[in-house]
RNA sequence: GUGGAUGUAGCUCAAUGGUAGAGCCCCGGUUUGUGGUACCGGUGGUUGUGGGUUCGAGUCCCAUCAUCCACCCCA
C-alpha cells in the first residue's frame, strides 16, 4: 500500500494506546515532582540558534549536524529545542529571577535531534525535565537522585542501574585532562582508530569505546575521581554519604560523560540492559557554570532529563479504558429517548457508549468489542415504563429495573 | 553521516521468472429484542516508489523512500 503521506522520519505518532502510557508516565511524574515542591513550566519549542551554541557547545554533535535550524521568514536563526535546560536557563534569565532565591522547575515536551533513528532514538522525541537553580548542593544533589529514583520506583522499575560519577570543576578537570590525554597518546599504538580522534576532540569519550582491545588498556587509564581537587572530592564524598543514608544504590563509574559541555561536578545516568544500545532513561547532573555562561550571575543548579519513550518501552501499557455501559437501542422510535438515557447516565459520572442503533446483534456485539460492563437495553417497553433493561455482560444476567435502581446497581 | 536486515490486503505472513493467496480483523447472514463459540458469505492489492533486464517481474538488476538494528552520539 503507497503511503503517499508519511510523518517525517524518525518522527512518529502517538496513538492512544502509546499515550496512555504516556500519561501514565507523566502523572507519576507530577506526583513525585510536586512532593518536592518543584513546579511546572511551559517552555517555547522554538528558540534561538544562538542559544544553544552557547550552552551545548558549537562543537557538540548536537548543535553541529543534529540540530533542526532554520532561518524563518524575518531573517531570524531560529531552531526547534535539542534539550531543556538551555531554555530554562534563559527563561530563569529573562525572568529576572536570580534574586528571588532557588527556583525548582519541571517541565515535559517534545525535543527535537535530527539523527539516525534507532531503537530508543527518535528524531522528535519527549523528556521529563527538571531544573533546580541556584543551589550548591551537595544536599540538593542527593536530593535530586531521591527525587529521581522514587519518580522510577512509582514507575516499577526497580531494576535500572544508578551510575554516578564527579566531572570535577574548571578547577580541577582541566589538570584530569592533561594526565589522561598523556596517558592516551602513550598508549596510543594500542588504541583503535576512533579513539585517536577522540582523544584530541573529547578524551574523556575514550574511556567509554566498545572496543575489547581499547577497554584493556584502558583498565589503567588515570581516572577523574582519582584527581578531584579538595572542594570536589568533598562534594562527591557527601553526595555519596547522603545516597547510602538514604538507601539509594549506585556505582561510581568514572567512564560516564555528560554529553553537554556545560556539565560539571555531580553526573548521573540511570541505566537499563534492557534497550538495546540506549540503555539510558534518565541522566543528569550540575551545571554551575550555565547561567553565568548565559549572561546571568554566577549561580549554581542542577538537573536531569528523561526520555518518556525509553521509559515507555520498559512499561506495560495500560489497559484501555473500559466503558460501563454500552446503550442498545431497539427500534428507531427508542432512539431519542436512548440518546438521553446515555446522556443521564454520564451526569451520574459513568463512562457511556452508545451503539448507535440498528440490528440488536449488532449492537451487542459492539457492546462486547467495547468490552463494557453493562449493555442497557432500551426498547419500545422499556421506554414506555420509564424503566432501563441491564445486562450484565460477564455473566449474561439481565434484569429490568429504574433509572435510579440502574446507578446503585452499577455504582457497587 | 556510515554499515547490515526488511518492505506483498487494515494486521501476521505465503506465492520453482508464467493468471497475487491464507489466517486474523472488519462488514453481513444462520427466521423478526441479545455479545463472546461454530458455520456460511462479502469488502479489501497499481506487490513502498521510480527505472531497467525479459516474450513475461512480487520474484533478477539499479536508484530512491521508509521501518528495524548497530556505529557515531545521546534521553
Known sequence: MAKKLQSIRGIHDGLPEQVRCWQHIEQAARTIFERYAFSEVRLPVLEPTELFVRSIGAATDIVSKEMYAFVDQGGDHICLRPEGTAGAVRAYLQA?????????WYYMGPM????????????QFQQIGLEWFGVSGPVEDVEVLALAESFLKALGLVDLRLELNSLGCDQCRPVYRTVLVDFLRNAADRLCETCH????KNPMRVLDCKEERCQSTLREAPEITGHLCAACASHFEQLKLGLDALGIGYEVNPRIVRGLDYYNRTAFEFVTDRLGAQGTVLAGGRYDGLIEELGGPA???????????????????PESPRPDFAIVSLGEQTLVWSLEQADWLRSQGFVVVHCGGGGAKRQFKLA?????????????????????????METGEQRTMTRQEVVTFAHR
Open 112 to 123: 527535537f535531534r535530527r539523527e539516525r533513528p534507532q531503537k530508543g532514538r527518535l528524531r
Open 368 to 392: 462486547d468489542r467495547e468490552h463494557a460492563r453493562f449493555t442497557a437495553v432500551i426498547g419500545e417497553e422499556e421506554m414506555q415504563r420509564n424503566l432501563i433493561t441491564v445486562k450484565d
Open 299 to 317: 549561580t549554581p543548579a542542577i538537573g536531569f532529563a528523561a526520555g518518556v519513550e525509553r521509559l515507555a518501552m520498559l512499561l506495560e501499557t
Open 96 to 104: 529576572g529571577l536570580t534574586r528571588s532565591g532557588a527556583q525548582r
Open 197 to 200: 580522534e577522540r582523544t584530541e
